[in-house]
């Protein structure tokens, strides 16, 4: 029995398997079993931002010296290094991080934490959206995937695109109820093909919060950590976020982990009885992989920002000159580039064409969705385009 017919036999998946068995990862390339070298713009779904095995990263995790495991009521300080880190690098007054394991965990405790702080039952999300597989997550997200879940959160209302100044109208109508805890969304929706709201519209939806007692939850998962050229997407707009949701880059993909941090205001109120126990949330290699992936962020900050603008150009121009079958409209901001070909299947046509050719790449939706790792060069970039060419 062969690998696939044994993952088939023994291992539960949400999503069929692409048909790569990996092998090897390495800079901007992933190896297969077969031997065949795959141009890496997938990027672990936005997990690999500084490209695969980073010797500084891998240095720090074997070389470590650190306990197997640190009971969560314990003092540990390297939880506190990277809590203070996090503060320094997140946006606004965002100061108290809580420990998570991924994405998902950081968005419960998110909505924990925002109706608890405002004793109301409801969240208001972006239709379509994406934030995670629990409950809560799913409750959230797109209203066409919950139809097989009889058991969702009530009270999750939706806000259809586009994000624009009309929109805050009716922002306005259902916040000035004051029904509603929190609104959650990705400030840069890369889970709907890098969908990028109206700065207005982002302005405008901060002050209706504030005035409404609204908390403002910005899921970072994806476009955290430089993702957009910026430290997180949140910079590009007018806002003040009360809680930020972080996971994916935490770690540059050597360990899994996730974080939410909100305000000491929030704090001083919640801190005390939301609990968030998680007996792997910020393991010690894990915390060493984020010490290690963030200090080499900051430290290389103007280089790869650099070439995160250099490689917006790269794709902006390269995918600009493929002659799809239909007239796409591409969206990009920094290393989040979106491709929306107004037709899933073809674009589903063309993800399995690339796999074939040697190059990885996602698809949300009738989007094509690259995210290429910062220090991916102009040549491997400009020959990832190449294959994308021949896949059209």
């Excluded at 640190?70 to 690098?89: D, I, K, M, S």
């Excluded at 209302?157 to 109208?169: R, V």
Aim: charge should be negative; glycine fraction near 10%; hydrophobic fraction near 40%.
């Amino acid at each position: 029995m062969n690998t696939k017919e044994k993952d088939e036999k023994y291992f539960g998946r949400g999503n069929p398997a692409m048909d790569l068995e990996v092998v090897k990862a390495e800079g901007s390339y992933v190896y297969g079993a077969d031997g065949k070298k795959y141009v890496d713009f997938l990027g672990g779904a936005g997990v690999g931002n500084l490209g695969w095995g980073v010797k500084e990263i891998e240095d720090a995790i074997r070389n470590s010296d650190r306990p197997t495991y640190v009971y969560p009521n314990f003092y540990y300080r390297l939880w506190t290094e990277l809590a203070e880190l996090l503060a320094e690098l997140c946006p606004g007054n965002l100061k108290k991080s809580y420990r998570m394991t991924g994405g998902s965990e950081a968005v419960e405790a998110a909505l924990e934490i925002a109706t608890m702080f405002t004793g109301r039952k409801k969240i208001l999300s972006v239709e379509g959206s994406y934030h995670g597989n629990t409950i809560g997550a799913l409750s959230i997200g797109a209203t066409k995937k919950q139809k097989k879940f009889p058991n969702l959160l009530e009270g999750c209302e939706k806000l259809e695109l586009p994000l624009n100044k009309e929109k805050l109208q009716q922002v306005e109508k259902m916040l000035y109820t004051k029904e509603v805890a929190a609104v959650i969304m990705e400030p840069i929706i890369v889970n709907l093909g890098v969908l990028i709201p109206e700065e207005e519209f982002m302005a405008g939806l901060n002050k209706i919060c504030k005035e409404t007692g609204t908390l403002l939850i910005m899921d970072e998962a994806i476009t955290g950590f430089g993702r957009t050229g910026k430290m997180f997407a949140t910079e590009h707009f007018d806002i003040e976020p009360d809680i930020l949701c972080m996971a994916k880059a935490i770690t540059a993909g050597h360990a899994g982990m996730g974080a939410v941090i909100t305000t000491p205001e929030i704090d001083k109120k919640v801190g005390g009885e939301i609990g968030l126990y998680s007996s792997y949330g910020w393991h010690p290699i894990a915390v060493d992989a984020s010490l290690a992936a963030l200090n080499y962020l900051q430290k290389n900050k103007q280089k790869l920002f650099h070439n995160i603008d250099q490689l917006e150009q790269i794709f902006k121009k390269g995918v600009s000159e493929i002659d799809f079958r239909n007239d796409p409209e591409m969206r990009i901001k920094g290393a989040a580039i979106g491709v929306d070909l107004k037709d899933e299947e073809y674009a589903s046509e063309i993800k399995q064409r690339a796999l074939k050719n040697g190059l990885l790449i996602n698809t949300e939706g009738s989007s094509l969705l690259f995210l290429p790792n910062f220090e991916m060069t102009q040549k491997t970039a400009l020959e990832g385009i190449d294959l994308l060419k021949n896949c059209v």
